[in-house]
């Protein structure tokens, strides 16, 4: 495989870095990074990916950052730090960014409905706020990605033709992904600041952070260093995506083009109250925003909550801040401690991949850590309540789960397959002879009954 490094060295000079973080970066030498190489090449490998690039971020510089594999399987083309990914759902946190620049602007009020800036939508959305699009509480359903419109307009039609039918709850009760309803946003941020959605995010949010690579348009994306998407081929080889994956609708969710380059810098000006090479790029307000914890994230765990496009949690005794996930294609992660202006950043040109060894082997190299990393559960006693109120269907949108009770205890089924549950505590469930990846988890309605699951970011409501 072949590997592609560079190495900027921490120094005492970097005032904003936090003592013991600085302390721990300037100590670091290429060859100390060893272990997070053999985690990567491992996690690739089990994956099937062809290429992938790593940055990691330290006291306000980038500490480590290397390429590995190849941008296409049919050409061998290296990978390298400056080349472009799509980054999946991390876009969330840029449109995010927009929406909070323009409420600086005077242009939004994310609190207040979006009639004051959307009177020609359906009676029934109008009472919806940015801040529920943005936190994805609106009440959208799901939508999974396929091919469609290229054309910019998309976003504005999406606009025009969205209804009450394309919610599957009712607004600000449940966190649930819904790229229609980032792409609402979207329509909202283009209303407002007087532009197309792309041209907003770069005035506003990419030029002043230095991320002059970055973009949402395929036709400049291609002009740089530019990875191609791989999935499932034949037995274990990945095969090029054909052709590109496009649909501008899903854009403002998960289609945003960036490098390790450009998204080492983000994370440098998000741990530096939105500064970077003594410039202001975005305000200390609008970094606070983005890190807020405002719905919690039922099937990530106890104290797990959404913010502005980022997941927030306290993980081995450190709070991050982190957004992770796939596009058809590419897989991206961004872990971030801001306590200890700590991140980690992974781009993969392979969907369905996971990096979980690869980012906690970076915590643990550069953090303090408590314990150690695992990914499986304990499980626990099903009880008679649980066999009596979990038994249902649930619905979003176009997907719908059923839970029943049987002789062996409770299980999921869907499209004709049946996976029983394991107990984890008292609202989580995994999938038997699974991991913690795959854990659902009930939300009860005022009374105890169980009006929802949520399982892989997406609640499902109770139809009966």
């Known amino acids: ?23 721990a970066a300037a100590q670091f030498s290429g060859a100390q990074f060893g272990p997070l190489e053999e985690a990567i090449r491992a996690e690739m490998a089990a994956a099937g990916v062809p290429g992938a690039a790593v940055a990691v971020v330290s006291g306000g510089r980038v500490l480590y950052a290397m390429a590995f594999g190849v941008s296409s399987s049919e050409t061998g083309t290296p ?32 609190n207040a409905p979006i009639r004051e800036c959307l009177v020609s939508l359906p009676r029934e959305l109008l009472q919806i706020t940015p801040h529920q699009l943005l936190t ?15 054309d910019e307009r998309a976003i504005a039609y999406t606009l025009a033709g969205v ?13 649930s992904q819904s790229a229609l309803g980032y792409a609402v946003a979207a329509g909202l941020i283009e209303v407002a600041a007087g532009g ?42 990945p095969a090029v995506v054909r052709p590109f994956p496009e649909n501008t ?57 959404y913010g502005y496009g980022l997941i927030a949690r306290t993980h081995r005794g450190v709070r991050l801040l982190e957004q992770a996930g ?39 190299l550069l953090l303090p850590v408590n314990g150690v990393a695992t990914s499986k559960s304990s499980s626990r006693r099903l009880t008679v309540i649980d066999r009596q109120q979990l038994p249902g269907n649930y619905r979003n949108g176009d997907t719908t789960l059923q839970i029943i009770a049987d002789s062996s205890g409770l299980a999921l089924v869907q499209d004709g397959s049946r996976r029983h549950l394991q107990k984890v505590d008292d609202i989580r469930f995994a999938l038997a002879s699974s991991d913690v990846r795959a854990e659902l988890a009930v939300v009860r309605a005022p009374g105890g009954r169980v009006a929802y699951l949520h399982a892989l970011g997406r609640a499902y409501a109770r139809v009966h």
């Open 79 to 110: 990978v390298s730090t400056n080349m472009l990914f799509r980054i999946g759902p991390l876009t969330r946190v840029f449109t995010s960014a927009a929406m909070l620049v323009l409420e600086e602007e005077g242009r939004i009020d994310v």
């Open 196 to 237: 197309p959605f792309a041209d907003i995010v770069r005035s506003r949010v990419l030029d002043p952070i230095g991320m002059h690579s970055s973009t949402f348009r395929i036709a400049t994306a291609i002009t740089r260093p530019f990875a191609l998407g791989h999935t499932s081929g034949t037995g274990s080889t």
């Open 249 to 305: 609708v899903f854009a403002p969710a998960e289609l945003m083009f960036s490098s390790i380059d450009d998204l080492a810098k983000f994370a440098i000006a998000f741990m530096n109250g939105g500064q970077i090479e003594g410039r202001n790029a975005l305000s200390p307000r609008v970094i606070t925003q983005l890190s807020g914890r405002y719905a919690p994230v039922p099937s990530g765990g106890r104290n797990v909550a």
């Open 136 to 150: 994805e509480t609106a009440g959208f359903r799901a939508i999974d990605f396929a091919p469609g419109p290229r």
């Open 163 to 175: 209804s009450e039918k394309d919610l599957f709850t009712a607004p600000g009760t449940v966190y």
């Open 326 to 364: 796939s596009t058809p294609g590419f897989t991206a992660a961004l872990r971030m401690a801001p306590d200890h202006q700590f991140a980690v950043i992974i781009l993969a040109n392979r969907d369905g991949a996971r990096f979980d060894r690869t980012l906690e082997t970076a915590m643990e």
């Open 1 to 23: 495989m072949r590997k592609r490094r560079r190495f900027i060295s921490i120094t005492a000079s970097a005032a904003t870095a936090l003592a013991c973080s600085s302390a």
